[in-house]
Nanobody, 121 residues
Framework: QVQLVESGGGLVQAGGSRRLSCASQ???????MAWFRQAPGKEREFVAA????????YYTDSVKGRFTISRDNAKNTVYLQMNRLNPEDTAVYYC???????????????WGQGTQVTVSS
């Protein structure tokens, strides 16, 4: 069982930045990690994923060049640095994990509880 706890959400003005963190109570070595988000009235969507080594990273097109996913395996933590935020980025952000990069992008095994990010215009 893997428990994930997100933090770092809040209210930010358009154009601003925010860094989300996702911590696990156990080692995430060999686990791929991902961030998803769900905006009001919309389905949950994939945002970014990172392999357990950090060597392979994927982003959805709408965040490329603005968001950066990273991880610190020594701290059992994954991050999502979000820059140049706009109101369309308003959503509940979830981290997720799975044994493989392919699985974490489609059917993660474990989810965090989510953290709200609201971008004001």
């Amino acid at each position: 069982q893997v428990q994930l706890v997100e933090s770092g959400g809040g209210l930010v003005q358009a154009g601003g930045s925010r860094r989300l963190s996702c911590a696990s109570q156990r080692s995430l070595i060999t686990y791929s990690m991902a961030w998803f988000r769900q905006a009001p009235g919309k389905e949950r969507e994939f945002v970014a994923a990172i392999s357990w080594t950090g060597g392979t990273i994927y982003y959805t097109d709408s965040v490329k060049g603005r968001f950066t996913i990273s991880r610190d395996n020594a701290k059992n933590t994954v991050y999502l640095q979000m820059n140049r935020l706009n109101p369309e980025d308003t959503a509940v952000y979830y981290c997720a994990t799975a044994p493989s990069l392919a699985t974490v992008r489609s059917t993660p095994a474990y989810w965090g509880q989510g953290t709200q990010v609201t971008v004001s215009s």
